[in-house]
């Protein structure tokens, strides 16, 4: 079993551009949550997805979207980027039926310029 | 709004010692707790998981325990090393899609 795996592991972008990041889930898991972690900080709540839609959401501009492929995994897009999406961006998966915890990718780390 | 403190936000102490890693939240009503340990610029490890209705759980020199009514957990590492040294952090679910995490405590153990 692979667990949460995320591409890519390192990315640099400039203030503007867009950003996609993938993430896929531990075998049997069927629910996703993205999380961003500022240097020094904890991991913030972006969304979740189940069933291919968004489940709930925290305080993120629109700018953050996703999405669920039928196979569970799922994609984060930003938009606009600002130096201030600078963080780790993690990705974490749970099966909604075994009500169990999250399990956590290794994240990709972004870096603005 | 749950919101989750950790205390001390940084410890350094000598190999050997025990050692305290302190976890507050806001909310009392939750389901679990979950403490997890973060090395540098990588993903969470879930070292230990309380459930509401258990006061304590251990893994090896790893002892985590739950007040609910006071609203603080402890993490407790016995005879510390200095492979433990990370940043360990400590979460509550709300409802079932986020955790809500503290910033961590970032410990280094000295050798």
């Known amino acids: 079993d692979a667990g949460v795996t995320q591409s890519p592991t390192h990315l640099i972008k400039t203030r503007g551009q867009q950003v996609t990041l993938r993430c896929s889930p531990k075998?049997?898991?069927?629910?996703v949550s993205w999380y961003q972690q500022a240097l020094g900080q904890g991991p913030q709540f972006i969304f979740q997805y189940y069933e291919e839609e968004e489940r709930q959401r925290g305080n993120f501009p629109d700018r953050f979207s996703g999405h669920q492929f039928p196979n569970y995994s799922s994609e984060l897009n930003v938009n606009a980027l600002l130096l201030g999406d600078s963080a780790l961006y993690l990705c974490?998966?749970?099966?909604?039926?075994?009500?169990?915890?999250?399990?956590f990718g290794p994240g990709t780390r972004l870096l603005v310029l | 709004k749950q919101e989750v403190t950790q205390i001390p936000a940084a410890l350094s102490v000598p190999e050997g010692e025990n050692l305290v890693l302190n976890c507050s939240f806001t909310?009392?009503?939750?389901?679990?707790l979950q403490w997890f340990r973060q090395d540098p610029g990588k993903g969470l490890t879930s070292l230990l998981l309380i459930q509401s209705s258990q006061r304590e759980q251990t893994s090896g020199r790893l002892n985590a325990s739950l007040d609910k009514s006071s609203g603080r957990s402890t993490l407790y590492i016995a005879a510390s090393q200095p492979g433990d040294s990370a940043t360990y952090l400590c979460?509550?679910?709300?409802?079932?899609?986020?955790?809500?995490f503290g910033k961590g405590t970032k410990l280094t153990v000295n050798p």
């Open positions: 979460a509550v679910p709300v409802g079932s899609e986020k955790l809500v």
């Open positions: 974490a998966s749970s099966s909604a039926r075994a009500g169990e915890t999250q399990y």
């Open positions: 075998s049997g898991h069927d629910t």
């Open positions: 909310d009392s009503a939750i389901y679990n």
